[in-house]
């Protein structure tokens, strides 16, 4: 997996670190983060696209999981409700993070950085979070063909 981990970026991720060296990590959940290593669907809807922003929804009941899907493009995202999750990234760590509702977090990506990650709702009730991409980051959108 080193190909997909190189650069991976240095911002500030959220949550507490549960494992390291992906501890716990199934062969398949290894193996998708090599098949969507490119994949630039960071939502699970795309709400809106212009030619400054894509907007998106993630939307997840309690148990379900988000692909993984890679960030290049400068964002933030918004938690619209509170709730917990469990994410895995590209370097072997495993994070539980928990979002008070209105949270927001924003990431900036210089030339060939980028996030490889996915999502797992582990609470209670639905996870659903608001994402705007900037087009006009530092590093070409990835096409969502």
Same mark, same amino acid.
């Given at each position: ?35 969507? !290593? @490119? /994949? ?9 696209? +212009? ?6 929804? #993630? ?38 993070? !928990? @979002? /008070? ?9 210089? +030339? ?6 996915? #999502? ?26």
């Amino acid at each position: 997996m080193t190909s997909t981990h190189e650069f991976l970026t240095d911002a500030p991720l959220a949550g507490n670190l549960v494992a390291t060296n992906f501890e716990g990590w199934s062969d398949e959940l290894k193996a998708e983060f090599e098949s969507y !290593a @490119y /994949d630039g669907h960071v939502g699970s809807r795309l709400l809106s696209e +212009n030619e400054r922003v894509r907007v998106w929804e #993630i939307r997840l009941e309690p148990g379900q999981r988000f692909h993984v899907h890679r960030h290049v493009l400068d964002y933030f995202w918004t938690a619209v409700n509170a709730g917990r999750s469990r994410q895995h990234t590209s370097d072997g760590t495993t994070r539980e993070v !928990a @979002y /008070d509702a209105g949270e927001t977090r924003h990431f900036t990506f210089a +030339n060939g950085e980028f996030l490889l990650h996915d #999502i797992e709702n582990v609470g209670t009730g639905d996870l659903v979070f608001t994402t705007v991409e900037h087009l006009d980051s530092a590093n070409a959108p990835l096409s969502l063909g």
